[in-house]
DNA sequence: GCTATCAGGCTACCT
DNA sequence: ACAGGTAGCCTGATAGCG
């Protein structure tokens, strides 16, 4: 590797040190660089050290102005002297180190092989309790090192210590002495481990490789001295390969889907109990570290990729972030063309980021075009039919946004918001001799945005390019090798340019923001989207079904593919008068039926149904609806009667579990403006108050209707269930089978 | 006093 | 603190009705 294991920052004597960690052995230096932010003015108020540097503004390319740069000893500094007033000053020290010195952290490689430790544990669960407490015993614990050679350590059935096993497992632990700890979920399996020991009074200190106690945080931040935690579960949450192909991002789920094969069944939590002692759990203990190198070798590649092509040690790099990717990719240009940001996009643009709004949860612009059609529908009564098409094709964007942004040359010294006009809804170009400018509709804003880009390559625009380039270059090769490592750096390259570099520009807060991208690219962007609608509309009459961002779906019976992209090519270049590398894909579907937008179901060629929306697959769901809906879908695309199955389900003769709905807890319990008036909240203080469950972002709630009102599955009765309830859920289903075609056709066409 | 409707809050999902 | 967009379900307030 050629960058270090992990750097920390750490403040000792007032200053800021960087503590190293590579080839085992730690260093602490002072930081090359002491942290700083810029402004226009000067603190002379303030201790710091002031220098002065003329710069390109980001608010205005052109000119170069004089900023000072304000030096202090500490992170703290920067964020006890931020201000409307200063600017980067929200840039994480141990990337600023980064993007000042790009070849800072490469002079610490780690040059050793690594050494892994990939583990997983079991824990009892009281019978009716949600999940295991750091009370409850931890059962079985499999582990294995670079060689792949599982071990396990279990307790009997009877055991009501895990003492000698935790013991077992540490020594081993201390053994393998690993540099890089492969867990799925690491807020579960490293606090447990640990306070597991301290309630067996076994000492946790040499789990680090200082003899530095691991930290566990108040926020359950989870830390080991000297080693670097891989969270495989945080790969696979941010894995866009998955979306719609698996119903969780689960361990079992996600590795099922790249392939992993098992003569055992996983477990359920009842058998898990069980099992407890005996063979069966053991293995399927050693099965789910199976499954966490079969997906660790499916996004190692990767991780370890970014590390050495971006510069920056391991424990940044297997956390990676979209900001953080932009800081970094950006940011190499920022200092490269000499640039500051002075100010976030919020600063920049009040029109667009400081704006009344009505709602809270407003947007700041106008995003992408969404919305479903429905065609041809002249005999109303024919519903079942006429809402079924076969075949469906989608037509889609490739990368949509990137390549709009380095197609048009959308970048910081290319591209001006020039004025904001009463709307008008109707997109323009002028092509002035040395530039184009953009007449850009947005509905959110009110305004018809006037941008101005210069016929010449952006700096960022080009950076772009480059990453779809190399993105083409990985697909190409994996389409030959079909080695899904390739797919990761092709998927690598994807979401660099997606949102590491455009993802970042509409943000309020994001240093290196810049919003005129961001409003051009979602304009020009809906333009090419009804383009597209426009083309299939004119070639196949009341064909269009749905659209969403750079998708459309459409049917007809038979498609002249070569018609269909030529249309396109010329269309294209007519409408914005320039060379363009936007494509289409076409990919056919046996068939659909669509529900709303962003809801549907798909049938592929080999049969497989695919789910896609809330209405159709949300995890909240009860069994219940989803086995209807699943059912149903069947029925509907297999065009045979319902009726039995509806009238299945109306007898409503389910186990308790069947009905139980999820709900997750997404803010801190605090956090709710009304605590009564949210599902998630109420039955987490439910389960606090009776199951002592301790109310943690994240945590599931299994609950049921009853005549009581909401109610934990586990404090529930059958004979309480709100019957009439659920029968409305399945009446709400049904019609969801049956009403489609009964929506407005959206009038755009 | 009842019911229908709407707005606000929140979660889940799509691109 | 990458973005916007659609949809569903809950509660509480309010309008409309008799």
Redesign the pocket.
Known sequence: MEVPLRVDPEVKYGKEKLSIWANGKHIVIDAPIDPYFYSYGKFDNISAKITERKAKPLSDYDTEKLFYKHSVPTRKNVEMYRSDATFED?IPFILRVRIDLPDFYTQYPHTKELKFLFFDIEQYTKPDAMFPTYDDRITSISWCTNDRKIDCGYIGKDNKSDKNLLKVFVDKFIDIDPDVVVVFNKDYDIPTLIRRCERNHIDTKLLSKSGIKPYVGGREKVSIDGRVIYDVAYSAMTD?TL??NVE?RGLKEVSNYYGFKSKRKPLTPQQMLDYIGTKTLVEYNMDDVRRLFLLFDVYWENIYFNANDLKIPLNLAVEL???DL?LITVGDEFRERNVIADGTNEQRYPEIFKRVK???????????L???FKKGKMQPKNYSLSTRYKPVWKA?YGS?YPTIESSFDLSPDTTKIVQYLSYNNNFKIEDNKDKFIYYVPD??LDKTVVIEVKKQDGFLSKLVQRCLNERADYKKRYKKTNDPKDKALSVNRKVKA??GI???Q?????AF?FAPI?VAT?GIGRECAQLLIDILEELYPHSVIEV????VYFSAEEINKKEILDKFNKKLENKFNKDLQLSIDIDPYAEGYF?????YILRTLDGKII??????????KNNLSRNLIKDLAVAKLDEKDTAPIIDKYLKLDFPLEDFA???????NIG????P??????RMALQAKRHLNVKPEIGN?YHYV?TKF??ELLQLANKKDLDLS?YEG?IR?IVE?FDVASESKIDDWL
């Open positions: 929200n866009q979306s719609g969780n972030n979209t900001t932009g009505k709602h809270k949860d407003d947007s700041n612009y106008q995003g992408a969404v919305g479903v889609d949509m509905d959110v997606n949102g455009y993802g970042i509409g943000s309020a807060h994001h923001g961001a979602c969403d961002t750079d998708g529900y709303k937008a962003k809801n789910y896609h929306g809330a209405a159709m697959k949300a995890s909240s709905m999820n709900k997750r807890l997404g803010m956090s709710y403006k009304n009564e008036g949210s599902i998630s909240s599931i209707k009102g909401y309830y859920q709400t969801m």
